[in-house]
Every structure is written in structure tokens, then in C-alpha cells.
């Protein structure tokens, strides 16, 4: 395997005169049966265009044999470990599909390659981004980058949301309940301690202090767990609430009577 000069991936960037790149090369089973490509060719190529421009080589990355349909790669992520610690300030690539075939991963790596103040440069491509032009393209796909985590973002709350809105339950059993198959259902060891706390808030000069003491809980988890509308049979995600499909444990006029006196004790 042909490999870089050890005493490159010894140089001090900080030290260095000239800026350090890394260079990544990648080839598979697949492409050097059908197409010949070579890491040694594209490794030289990319070697001798870096220095050409004024870098010193940082060291070289070779993923051979390795698919690119995701980044999970060991050169890979050895060189974006060490691109994070900004031990190099460019990646030197032959082309595009040599670093990844999947566009949202090379949309949101580059982005993040970004932040870190990382050149990229794709020899084939003609994309660099130390010049006007080339960080013009950077700030493009930059963009397509944020419309692609807002897509994911947006794409999980909808999921959430249709989930409580059919009555799943979204995050752990509160005390009472447990999950079963992803499915809140009560839980026979704890559900008559919740009724008790409740019976006890309303029908006794017990405060809330005490009654956390008493139950082995914080007095912000006692009230956390007066108000929560999981016990009517509710599911709330946000601002939205719903019906859920779990069994309720407290009767809505007993929940309405510890809100007014919880509502009193706070006006005092």
C-alpha cells in the first residue's frame, strides 16, 4: 500500500510556514474492477496540485475498498476527528464521490468542515473554497445544509406530534404507569401511592414539604406530578394536547381540586 512519509503526520501546524493540508483518497472493490481507478494516481495528482498552491501535506487518508455510501469509513472519520482539532487547514479530494455518494451526508459535512475554518477542494469538481467563488459555493451548499437539518427537525416534530395525537405516549411513565410495548399502562406497585398523595394534598393540612418527605420525593416533584395531565388520560406534546389511549388514575374533578388549592397556596 503505498503510504504517506511518516515524518508528514508529524508536522506542527501552528509551526508550519506554509498552510497543511490533508488529503483523502478512497477507492472500492467495485470501482477498481470496473473503472481502474487508482489511490495511487489520484494520491499523486492531489499531492503535487496541493504543494502547487502553497501546501505542505499534513497526511494522507486511504479508505481502500470502502463503499461511500455512508462516511462510517475508519480514514474517514480519523480525518474529521483531526480536521475538528484543526490540525490541518484544507481537504484535498479528487472528486466529489471519492468523498461521499450521499449528498445530505457531503452537504452537512461540508458544513460542518465550515465551522471548523476547514478549506475543501475538489480537484475534478473545481471546488475549492479559498477563493471568492469557491467560498460562494460554500455558503450554497452551506444553505442547502440548514434547509436539510430544518427538514429533519421538522420531519420529527410532525412524527411526534401524529404520535401524541394518537394517544402514544412521547416520553418515560411518570409515576403510576409504566411501558409496556410502548404503551403507557399502570403500574399495580406505584398507582396507589399517586391516588394517595392526591387524596392526602387535598384532604389534609399537609404541606407540600411534608408530603414530598413523607413520599420520598422533591417538593418540585411533588407538584410536577399534582399537575401532570397524564393522569387524567391526557397526552401533551408543546402546546398541543390530546387524548391518550392509556387509562386514566385521577378523576377530573379530584385533579380540578388540587389546581384550585395548589392556585390558593400561590396567592398567599
Known amino acids: 500500500m503505498h503510504k504517506a512519509n511518516p515524518s508528514s503526520n508529524s508536522q506542527d501546524f501552528t509551526n508550519s510556514a506554509r498552510p ?5 483518497v478512497r477507492v472500492s472493490t467495485q470501482d477498481q474492477a470496473q473503472h481502474g481507478f487508482s489511490l495511487d494516481a489520484q494520491q499523486d495528482t492531489l499531492q503535487n496540485y496541493a ?4 501546501y505542505d501535506i499534513f497526511r494522507i487518508y486511504r479508505d481502500e475498498g470502502k463503499s461511500a455510501k455512508d ?10 476527528k ?18 461521499s455518494r450521499s449528498l445530505k451526508d457531503l452537504i452537512l459535512t461540508i ?10 477542494i475538489s480537484l475534478q469538481d473545481r471546488i475549492e473554497t479559498a477563493s471568492a467563488n469557491g467560498k460562494l459555493m460554500f455558503h450554497i451548499i452551506s444553505a442547502f445544509a440548514e434547509f436539510e437539518r ?3 427537525s421538522d420531519r420529527t416534530k410532525f412524527c411526534m406530534e401524529r404520535k401524541a395525537k394518537e394517544g402514544g405516549f412521547i416520553t418515560r411513565a411518570p409515576m403510576g404507569y409504566k411501558m409496556f410495548h410502548k404503551q403507557l399502562i399502570i403500574d399495580p406497585n406505584s398507582v396507589d401511592k399517586v391516588r394517595e398523595i392526591y387524596r392526602n394534598f387535598i384532604d389534609s393540612d399537609t404541606s407540600l414539604t411534608q408530603l414530598a418527605q413523607k413520599n420520598n420525593l422533591t417538593t418540585a416533584g411533588v ?11 391526557k397526552i401533551k406534546f408543546g402546546d398541543q ?9 385521577i378523576e377530573q374533578e379530584i385533579f380540578n381540586k388540587v389546581q384550585d388549592k395548589l392556585a390558593k397556596m400561590r396567592e398567599k
Not at 483531526?82 to 468523498?99: C, N, T
Not at 394536547?241 to 388514575?249: A, D, I, N, R, V
Open 223 to 233: 407538584i410536577k406530578l399534582l399537575c401532570n395531565k397524564t393522569y387524567l388520560g
Open 51 to 54: 504543494k502547487a498552491i502553497g
Open 71 to 80: 462516511l462510517n469509513r475508519p480514514e474517514m472519520q480519523q480525518m474529521l
Open 82 to 99: 483531526e480536521a475538528e482539532e484543526k490540525k490541518f487547514s484544507a481537504i484535498f479530494i479528487y472528486k466529489l464521490d471519492r468523498f
Open 150 to 152: 430544518n427538514i429533519i
Open 20 to 24: 497543511l493540508a490533508a488529503i483523502y
Open 241 to 249: 394536547e390530546s387524548e391518550g389511549t392509556h387509562q386514566p388514575l
Open 111 to 120: 458544513d460542518k468542515l465550515k465551522e471548523w475554518g476547514i478549506d475543501f
